[in-house]
């Protein structure tokens, strides 16, 4: 009986070991893609329904704040990939700063949004909870809105739980700095960019109709 | 020596609960789902005595609404898309390939916990009064005016799907990562094809469902419409996403089937399934075309006539894999040497039923035949045949030939036949007089009815009598081989998949030494035993 290794013995090596957890990763990431992709089939079912109240809608979005956040999670995800690169060259105290200066920039990007949703809250803009709108496009700037909350704050999720690998990654790593780590920390980055690329997705969704040229 | 087999490893509760073994996880899904089957056959009891007469003397139409409902919910998202899978493919896929776990045999545990949590918060809506939607949710009811447990329910299938992804997900870096040396794709056994593609659609479409039960969810609890068409949104957007699902899940409940039967007909056929290659893509052409079809469960919604006239013809482009494989178990069966042990029984069972399902399902594909059945009885008789008469007659056919591998005892032979041939019997006789009265007009889920119609309705309460007897006998035989069966050697079909080549029951990693394979499956026949596969 395969015990004593340092791999489970459904595996031949490490190296076996660590390029299946990858591919899990990215079957994982083909599920999420299918998550966010049904609620941006609803959003564009919905968008060519009522392009005038959409395009309204979209101004009254907050975009410094949009864009601030792109930048702040572009650069999260830059940090990242610096991180798997260090660990690589076996800098474990830089991977270390890499992936708090990350979380720092993830906590931040939370930050800026929860100030946005209170914003939006005093202008009587959050669908169910206190919305009052008066125009002849108000439905449709409210189903604007459900969206917009909806698809933020699954997405704000995914950020909480990528904060939280990434601190767990971090903790463990001042340990030590096994294959495994590195296996582990590959399938966070991977993790984390997607969550990123959501983002830019919901950012052009979000902050660009009614202010784009037409 | 040896060493001690799977059951015999250990016997404390802690090494089944938190065991990462899959055969014990499979044992667990096992008995969980027996559970479930039983919840969700009380209510097709009851419904079948509500519907013995015309009138309504059991329960009134409140409650019926939510016996129906508490049916489909349970038997869909709580038997049948977890039941070959998560068991008998739990079970025997790693060994089937050679590997000594799954790839992720925690998320694996995981995964039945989960499975658990959504199920128990299903049945506390369940038991704290129930839903009455039906287990398709419509919107508007489902948000605005259902007075029942909606969220609560979808709370506990959105927890449960995600039990399903991990199912999914392991499965698909298991076939990818884990098969022993020498056995490439077209070595593989058409079983692992099945789950591969089952696998495919459990990932890339349970998240559709996820999402739109979370808008169906939100638009309940916060009270803001996006499905309610009084501020803009659309009820038929919901049926679009439920149906990108529930499509495709359709496919999860047959497919795996499918792979069973491979299985079954060959071993009992004592030859290589005919066109191998052909079946194998097969599995894979319906995975992908399925999801291209949903729309026929809208034929009458409203939607266009072009998306109807698109999906009517994607459906029957999505039969033509379906009718490959029939026709090549066929071709399988012919010039064989036939042997009629119980599997092959259940088997047999399933390629007649599975037609029939499957022919009926292109009659509900024709636009003009649809709008007048859709709703009906005919509908109801279409999937059961499919589901039950094919899904479950195969997961009993594969609990059977594989009962020795993982119990290490055989069961009755007589027994099991005899059940075999009363399944058949009352499935038929349950479901038939539902295509008749479907075509007579019987709309679903009502609980009263003319009386013209109640000849096949007693005709049809009368077969499932014999049905629910048929699948309480297993219970008995197989229970009771546990116990006085006689022990089963390593192989009792000499079958030469590698799941056979290893003890019954298997030890706990499966193999004493990693298999090595050097030939096509399936190869039956007298230099079979000459060649061993194991290196
Ligand atoms: C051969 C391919 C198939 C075709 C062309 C087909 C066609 C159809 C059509 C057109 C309907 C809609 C009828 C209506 O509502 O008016 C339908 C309903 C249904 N089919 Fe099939 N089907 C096929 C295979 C399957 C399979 C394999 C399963 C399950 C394992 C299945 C399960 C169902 C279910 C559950 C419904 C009813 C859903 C509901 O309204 O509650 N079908 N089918
Ligand atoms: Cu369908």
């Known amino acids: 009986m395969p015990k004593g290794r340092a791999f489970a013995p459904q595996y031949a090596s490490v190296q076996h070991r660590d390029e299946t957890a990858e591919i899990g990763m990215w079957v994982f990431l083909a599920t999420e893609v299918l998550l966010f992709g049904g609620l941006l089939f609803a959003y564009f079912v919905y968008r060519h329904a009522n392009p005038a109240a959409f395009a309204e809608a979209g101004r009254h979005t907050r975009i410094v704040i949009g864009t601030a956040n792109t930048a702040i999670l572009l650069t ?109 920390l590959h399938s966070a980055a991977l993790y984390w960019h997607f969550v990123d690329v959501v983002w830019i997705v919901l950012f052009a969704l979000i902050y660009l109709p009614g202010r784009s040229g037409t | 020596m040896t060493e001690p087999d799977y059951l015999n490893s250990a016997y404390t509760l802690r090494s089944w609960f938190f065991t990462t073994d899959h055969k014990r996880i499979a044992i667990l899904y096992f008995a969980t789902l027996i559970g479930f089957f039983f919840i969700g056959g009380a209510a097709a009891t009851a419904i079948r005595i509500e519907l013995a007469t015309p009138q309504a003397d059991l329960v009134s139409s409140d409650t019926y609404n939510r016996l129906f409902t508490m049916h489909g919910v349970i038997m869909v998202w709580f038997f049948l898309i977890p039941s070959i899978p998560n068991t008998l493919g739990n079970f025997i896929v790693p060994l089937m390939i050679g590997a000594r ?311 009755s032979e007589y027994w099991a036949r005899t059940a075999a041939v009363l399944i058949f019997f009352g499935f038929n006789l349950t479901f038939f007089p539902q295509f008749v009265l479907g075509a007579e007009g019987m709309p679903r889920r009502y609980h009263v009815y003319p009386p013209e119609f109640q000849v096949w309705n007693v005709l049809s309460s009368g077969g499932a009598t014999i049905l629910a007897a048929a699948y309480l006998l297993p219970m008995f035989y197989l229970g009771y081989s546990l116990f006085f069966g006689r022990r089963a050697p390593a192989n009792p079909w000499d079958a030469p998949g590698l799941e056979w080549q290893t003890p019954s029951p298997p030890p706990e990693f499966n193999f004493e030494s990693q298999p090595v394979v050097t030939r096509a499956p399936y190869q039956y026949g007298p230099d079979f035993a000459a060649e061993p596969q194991n290196a």
Not at chain 1, 144 to 162: C, D, K, L, P, R
Not at chain 2, 158 to 177: K, M, P, Q, Y
Request: charged fraction near 10%; proline fraction near 4%; include cysteine.
């Open chain 2, 101 to 411: 776990d799954l790839a992720f045999p925690r998320l694996n545990l995981m995964s039945w916990y989960l499975f658990i949590a959504g199920g128990s918060v299903t049945l506390f809506a369940i038991l704290a009064g129930g839903i009455d939607t039906g287990w398709t949710f419509y919107t508007p009811f489902s948000t605005l005016y259902s007075n029942s447990y909606v969220i609560v329910a979808v709370t506990g299938i959105f927890i449960a799907g995600f039990s399903s992804i991990l199912t999914g997900l392991n499965f698909i870096a298991t076939v990818h990562r884990l098969r022993a040396p020498g056995l490439t794709w077209y070595r593989l056994p058409l079983f692992i094809w099945s789950l591969y593609a089952t696998s495919v659609i459990l990932v890339l479409a349970t998240p559709v469902l996820a999402i739109t039960l979370v808008l169906l969810a939100t638009e309940r609890f916060l009270g803001v419409g996006i499905f309610d068409p009084r501020i803009g949104g659309d009820p038929l957007l919901f049926q679009h996403l439920f149906w990108f699902y529930s499509h495709p899940a359709v496919y999860i409940m047959i497919l795996p089937g499918m792979g069973v039967v491979n299985e079954l007909i060959s071993c009992f056929s004592r030859k290589p399934v005919f066109g191998y290659k052909f079946v194998a893509w097969a599995s894979l052409a319906i995975a992908a075309v399925g999801f291209l079809v949903w729309g026929h469960h809208m034929f009458v919604s409203g939607q266009s006539l072009l998306a109807s006239l698109v999906f009517s013809f994607m459906s029957f482009i999505v039969a033509v894999p379906s009718a490959i494989k029939v026709f090549n178990w066929t071709a399988t069966l012919h010039k064989g040497s036939l042997r009629f042990d119980a599997p092959m029984l259940y088997a047999l069972a399933f390629l007649g039923l599975f037609t029939i399902g499957g022919l009926t399902g292109l009659f509900l594909a024709c636009l003009a035949f649809d709008v007048h059945a859709t709703d009906t009885y005919f509908v109801v008789a279409h999937f059961h045949y499919i589901m039950v008469g094919g899904m479950v007659t195969a997961y009993f056919g594969g609990l059977h030939y594989w009962w020795p591998k993982i119990t290490g005892r055989l069961y």
């Open chain 1, 76 to 184: 999260s995800s830059f940090f990242v990939a610096c991180a798997v690169n260090a660990l690589q060259a076996d800098a474990r105290r830089t991977c270390i700063a890499m992936l708090v200066s990350a979380m720092l920039l993830g906590l931040l990007f939370l930050g800026l949004k929860a100030a946005e949703y209170a914003g939006e809250y005093h202008e009587h803009l959050v669908p169910g909870v206190d919305f009052s709108y008066v125009a002849p496009l108000a439905d449709g700037v409210e189903l604007f809105f459900i969206f917009y909350f909806v698809a933020t704050s699954i997405h704000a999720v995914h950020m909480v739980i990528g904060i939280a690998v990434l601190a767990t990654l971090a903790v463990l790593l001042r340990r030590s700095a096994s294959t495994r780590m590195r296996a582990a």
